[in-house]
């Protein structure tokens, strides 16, 4: 059986005031999302979180996953994983003319932190 750490790595605590951008992120399906993704003004390349601030049905089982999904998404790229190694994860499904794309909302948001990756 494995053992765990008793303590996970540190996170990386972001100033109260940050650089944010906001982002339009549409889907395969035609929806669009909105997302506002935060840096760290000493890494001002490299996102540290991502939160969802419109796009689908206000208190919609879909407009919660999504949040929770950053929330997420935001831990990891805090506790130091770049948003190529979390991106490389994620589940894909080939398209009709044989290209590869995200299969999941999920993936699209991953898509775009990782535009701004700086590896």
């Given amino acids: 059986m494995p053992k765990y750490k008793a ?3 540190p996170r990386h605590v972001l100033p109260t005031r940050r650089l944010a951008e906001n982002r339009k992120v ?8 909105h997302l506002s993704i935060g ?3 000493d890494e001002p390349d490299r996102p540290r979180e991502v939160f969802y601030s419109a796009g ?3 208190g919609s089982q879909l407009e919660f996953q999504i949040q929770d999904a950053c929330v ?6 805090q506790h130091g994983l770049l948003p190529v190694d979390v991106a490389k994860s994620l589940s894909r499904v080939e398209q009709p003319d044989g290209s590869m794309a995200y ?3 999920v993936g699209l948001i991953a898509a775009e932190l990782v535009a701004k990756d700086p590896v």
């Fill in 7 to 9: 303590t996970p790595d």
């Fill in 39 to 41: 840096y760290d003004p």
């Fill in 72 to 77: 997420m998404f935001s831990l990891l790229l």
């Fill in 56 to 58: 689908f049905k206000s």
């Fill in 26 to 33: 549409t889907t395969p399906e035609g929806h669009t999302v």
């Fill in 103 to 105: 299969a999941s909302i």
